[in-house]
């Protein structure tokens, strides 16, 4: 990132110096130009939801950390963007919740598969998933994403996956597991087949996810299990799109943009 200047002042900073460790991460090799064009597509919806970490992603959020809470075998799976974006926040909350992790790619090479389990090593990780031992295969899925570790994701009852596509989700929940996405989308499969949909970007939702995982590791297995028991996915990506609609709507009106 050492290439460019981002004034403090500059009023899409955040989001540059975001896109800026993407493009550190694909020159080092680990992020796939598909990558790039995944994280604009995401950015799109993260403007939508107003960039910043709404009511309903705080829910999911909860939910999603009481199911790791309660897990008997948590994994958190990892990609080129991931790697990129949030790789230290992977390496702690992994260690708040005793969660293992894994690397598992679309766009899988061996030679990115080592990067990005360095990367992780280089945030802390003691021992990262998915590298000489992605020997097992996932059901009815056929892309390079059905390569696991037998001792990850194959036997995890729950898994999160961040930036993921919808094939694997489905194919993970036909596998009986509880699945933890985080979308910026609300209407793409990945968001509508997960079991818990954290409907904000990645770069806000783990930070929090490690704040409330410290604070509800506090919590009673029975308070855990009511957060869990009581949380909707439906409702929370009804609410997401109903708050990108009235947003859309009053950005318009006070815009001037709508004629009646």
Do not use: W
Not at 88 to 93: A, I, Q, S, T
Not at 142 to 147: D, I, K, L, M
């Amino acid at each position: 990132m050492e290439d460019i200047e981002i004034p403090a002042s500059h009023p899409r900073r955040e989001s540059l110096l975001v896109r800026e460790k993407l493009i550190e991460g694909f020159k080092k090799g680990f992020v796939v130009p598909q990558g790039l064009i995944a994280h604009g597509r995401g950015e799109c919806f993260d403007y939508l939801i107003g960039e910043e970490t709404q009511p309903f992603a705080k829910e999911a959020i909860d939910a999603a950390v009481a199911a790791f809470l309660l897990a008997r075998y948590p994994v958190i799976s990892v990609n080129g963007n991931v790697a990129a974006l949030t790789p230290g926040e992977v390496v702690e909350l992994a260690d708040v919740v005793g969660a293992k992790i894994e690397v598992n790619l679309f766009y899988r090479t061996e030679e990115r598969v080592r990067k990005i389990a360095e990367v992780l090593m280089e945030n802390g990780a003691t021992h990262v998933l998915g590298v000489d031992d992605a020997t097992a295969l996932i059901p009815e899925l056929f892309s390079e994403r059905r390569r696991v570790s037998s001792k990850g994701i194959l036997i995890a009852d729950v898994v999160l996956v961040p930036l993921e596509d919808g094939d694997r989700t489905e194919a993970l929940r036909r596998m009986g597991k509880t699945v933890v996405a985080i979308d910026l989308n609300p209407l793409s499969r990945t968001a509508r087949a997960a079991s818990i949909t954290i409907v904000d970007n990645v770069v806000r939702a783990m930070p929090l996810m490690i704040k409330r995982a410290k604070e509800l590791k506090r919590r009673s297995s029975s308070e855990l299990k009511e957060l869990l028991t009581s949380y909707d996915n439906e409702r929370i990506l009804r609410n997401a799109v109903r708050h990108i609609a009235q947003r859309l709507l009053g950005i318009a009106e006070s815009e001037g943009l709508l004629i009646c």
